[in-house]
């Protein structure tokens, strides 16, 4: 499968639900934990593009979860424990 296949489905909830990208708070408020853990490439992209704004604290939480999502990636969804050690630390 295609890697941007990947993230079709944060794409469709947003526009389901808002018809627009909302903000950080509002997604981090209306999806859960895993669903927001996986798509944090997105948001990263997100970030980096100027289409959500956070506090620099949480923008640099983003960059770091966002990066490991993409070892995630990389690894096909089968990382090493450490790597997922690493993203709960």
């Not at 981090?28 to 604290?57: A, C, S, Y």
């Amino acid at each position: 499968m295609p890697l941007h296949y990947r993230f079709d489905e944060f794409f469709k909830e947003c526009d389901l639900q808002w018809g627009k990208i909302p903000s950080y708070k509002i997604i981090t408020h209306t999806f859960d934990n895993h669903f927001v853990q996986k798509n944090m490439p997105v948001l990263g992209w997100l970030l980096k593009t100027r289409q959500i704004f956070v506090d620099d604290t949480t923008e640099q939480i983003i960059i770091s979860q966002a990066a490991i999502q993409e070892m995630f990636v990389a690894f096909d969804d089968d990382p090493p424990s450490i790597l997922q050690e690493y993203l709960l630390f």
